[in-house]
């Protein structure tokens, strides 16, 4: 019975996976169900996990359960400990899913849904669950050291020092972005502000609950956190509605950048145990349950696609993403396809924690699948959406206009016919006082989710409850980002800082880290505000340099992957890791070109800018920009983006050069020449992870 | 009950108190110890028993941290260190 089950169940995947695929391919022009996108995507998951996964392990890495792993030989109980496959799989995708897989398919669907699901199954699939394996695989050959240093021993200190420094530009722009979606979500919302506000003084209490009543006792901790945090988005609709707290709580865009950069720098500052620590706990609960709930959600609700397949804005005309669906909409969606992100969290943590080489298959590769099944459900959440909502949402008021009634006209004309009464009613059913131009993802999400849960449970009453907590459970985590990733950054600079000036670099030294950490939040705090000032910025500026620069981290990643495995002597299978690094590259650099290059000021930087700064010379104001100040803004902040674009593009060239170089080295030397920690016998059958 | 209690409160001692815990719903409370202890590794907090067995192989002439003592320890050094968080 088992042998048969074994037999049949594959093809049965496949037969099932081709039926959805079928599904959505042959009711074009009718609307399909998303349970079948749902299906199908996890039907290519669990099929390419099953053999092409098995396939890089044993042919292509030759993972060896005999081989110590950095987790035994170190073994402390504190960093190195060996754990458990399933517990380590939890950690390592709690670790990297983030807002990346849900902020970036939703401004993708702007494309139709199509397009979006093609590139996040193929994309994982090839390029970034080998990505988060094969650098998982190098750390854990390598005592768990981090990327940078890793590149530093395989390729020198000179490509070191460039992957450091990409590592940081992009932690800033990242930053940025995300900084800028929770601004954007939560602007001239008093609901949404409040219970964001109250995570606050609650991670607070929980951390100091942890640390003096009773230490240890997170279970109780989050338990009474996750109560408060209910509560309080109940409470929340009462605070909207008040006279005197309403107010207390509405602030503009601007005043909430000022916020969230003087919170950033606060909170980066304070001991760990006070806030970061108790709120990631929050958020990683929150954060598994939604994603399961939502699961659950799309399965009993079935809720059908109203997005087109394909839309007209394919042809580079999209009011959410300027530009042609190739190269954008692969720099659009990063994480969920593949985030070079991932392989700082795979050579951090991860490998330090990994008990035999074999496991590192599931937590690597399967821990990635799953995070594109999350950007698939944040797909199918904003494809789910009447589209007329959806471009209401998302389209910068440059492009609709002020009101719901010139939005409903604009999109109306594009071909989605929908009523100014329906955005505001929706913004009703909500809680909010508008929801136009809310671009950033997060705001469109959570309506969809709202949607998708109150069928669910609670119906059309339940609809604002559940979009604040959509919004809470999105700015719980981003806001976490923030504080961990000031913390990062600071210590980056100090890397970086300590080379030109010795006392800079200290750690322990208060002076030196106050400067770090000023100069780390200034550098993304200076884009969110001018996203909330520039008449034209916005994520919609900011998310596609996000996007470049986190492709070319992983390119840089996927370079040095193939590097090592040269080293190995494994050049038969380089294209493992070749073919989705030759895609990246052509990808971004070709982005980076148009986003350069272009002529056309709707996509190229340095079009926007100059057309700006010379009408501006002339004294001319073009709308929507306002004064010649702001023209000059709009100028200045289109410069300054198109030279990162610049910087990326030639750090991920210099790479390339530095891989060639040292591939060839050892494609000329018959030993293999890679850097790993010695073999050491790890006997067979005997458990490491002890307790489970 | 005394499960259910000890298992959102953390406290085995306390949730014994509350309710005692007959012989046949061990084997449950255990299941629901370890999955207790395995929630809290996947939110990255090291397990306590498993350090006391590391130490006592380690340094066993010195004495181990005590439980909030290394739960401080382990909080202090996850996060002080450069943490990196993704998108």
Request: net charge neutral; hydrophobic share 50%; with cysteine.
């Amino acid at each position: 019975m088992n042998k048969l089950f074994q037999v049949l169940l594959w093809p049965a995947l496949a037969v099932l996976g081709a039926f959805s695929f079928a599904a959505i391919a042959l009711n074009r022009g009718e609307s399909v169900s998303a349970a079948w996108l749902v299906t199908a995507a996890l039907c290519v998951f669990f099929i390419a996990y099953r053999f092409y996964s098995k396939f890089i392990a044993e042919r292509v890495l030759k993972l060896d359960d005999s081989r110590m792993t950095p987790a035994v030989t170190h073994q402390d109980g504190v960093d190195y400990v060996p754990t458990n496959k399933y517990v380590l799989y939890g950690h390592h995708f709690a670790a990297i899913a983030g807002a990346g897989p849900l902020v970036g398919p939703v401004l993708a669907a702007q494309w139709g849904y199509l397009p979006g699901t093609i590139w996040l199954l193929v994309g994982v699939v090839v390029a970034g669950a080998v990505q988060d394996f094969v650098v998982l695989f190098c750390s854990m050959r390598r005592d768990g050291r981090s990327l940078g240093e890793m590149v530093k021993m395989e390729m020198g200190p000179v490509a070191g020092t460039i992957a450091l420094i990409g590592a940081l530009a992009i932690m800033i722009i990242i930053l940025a972005a995300l900084g800028l979606i929770v601004v954007k979500a939560l602007g001239e919302s008093p609901w949404g502000t409040f219970t964001v506000a109250v995570t606050i003084p609650l991670a607070m209490v929980m951390g100091i609950y942890m640390r003096f009543i009773r230490p240890g006792k997170i279970m109780e901790a989050s338990a009474f956190g996750v109560i408060v945090l209910l509560f309080t988005i109940w409470y929340g609709q009462y605070v909207s509605h008040s006279p005197t707290l309403g107010p207390l709580f509405t602030y503009s865009a601007p005043q909430l950048a000022w916020a969230v950069i003087v919170y950033g720098a606060i909170a980066s500052m304070l001991p760990v145990w006070l806030l970061l620590a108790p709120r990631d706990y929050l958020s990683t609960f929150l954060k598994i349950g939604v994603v399961a709930a939502l699961a659950i959600g799309i399965y009993i609700v079935m809720p059908d696609l109203q997005m087109q397949a394909v839309t007209r804005f394919a042809d580079g005309t999209g009011p959410v993403v300027a530009g042609t669906l190739f190269p954008f909409l692969f720099i659009t969606i990063a994480c969920g396809a593949v985030s070079g992100f991932h392989a700082l969290i795979s050579s951090g943590t991860t490998p330090k924690m990994i008990e035999r080489e074999g496991h590192a298959r599931f937590i690597g590769y399967g821990g990635m699948l799953t995070e594109s099944f999350v950007a698939i459900m944040a797909l199918v959440a904003a494809a789910t959406l009447d589209p007329g909502i959806y471009f209401a949402m998302n389209a910068p008021a440059a492009v609709t206009g002020p009101t719901a009634e010139t939005a409903a006209k604009v999109i109306s004309e594009w071909g989605w016919v929908i009523t100014p009464e329906l955005i505001t009613q929706t913004a009703k059913d909500v809680g909010e006082h508008t929801i136009l131009h809310r671009a950033g993802g997060a705001p469109t999400l959570a309506v969809g989710i709202a949607q998708i849960m109150a069928q669910v449970f609670g119906g059309k009453e339940m609809e604002a409850l559940w979009y604040h907590f959509a919004i809470l459970f999105e700015a719980l985590f981003i806001l976490t980002a923030v504080d961990a990733g000031t913390r990062a950054g600071r210590f980056m600079i100090q890397d970086l800082l300590g080379h030109v000036y010795e006392p800079l670099g200290r750690i322990e030294s208060i002076p030196a880290n106050v400067i770090a950490t000023f100069l780390c939040v200034g550098g993304w705090g200076y884009f969110v505000y001018q996203g909330t000032i520039d008449p034209l910025g916005g994520v919609n500026t900011i998310w596609p340099l996000f996007g470049i620069g986190n492709q070319m981290l992983a390119g840089i990643a996927l370079l040095l992957a193939t590097t090592v495995l040269i080293k190995m002597k494994r050049e038969k299978y380089t294209w493992v890791t070749l073919v989705p690094t030759a895609w990246l590259l052509v990808c971004t650099l070709s982005a980076a070109w148009e986003k350069i290059a272009s002529t056309n000021p709707k996509i190229g930087f340095f079009a926007l800018a100059n057309k700006y700064s010379e009408a501006a010379a002339a004294g001319t104001v073009i709308a929507p920009a306002k004064t010649i100040a702001d023209m000059q803004r709009v100028a200045f902040n289109n410069y300054l983006c198109g030279s990162i674009t610049i910087m990326f593009a030639a750090l991920v060239i210099a790479m390339a050069f530095f891989t060639v170089k040292f591939s060839l080295q050892a494609l000329r030397n018959p030993k293999p020449t890679a850097v790993e920690t010695p073999y050491k016998e790890a006997p067979l059958g005997e458990s490491y992870a002890t307790a489970h | 009950m005394p499960q259910l209690t000890s298992w959102l409160t953390g406290d085995d001692k306390l949730a014994a108190e509350l309710g005692g815990s007959p012989d046949r719903l061990q084997a449950i409370a255990n299941k629901v110890v370890q999955l207790r202890r395995a929630l809290k590794q996947v939110i990255g907090v090291p397990d306590y028993e498993v350090y006391l067995a590391r130490h006592k192989v380690i340094h066993p002439d010195v004495p181990p941290m005590g439980e909030a003592e290394f739960f401080r320890f382990a909080i202090d050094r996850r996060y002080g260190k450069p943490g990196i968080r993704c998108c």
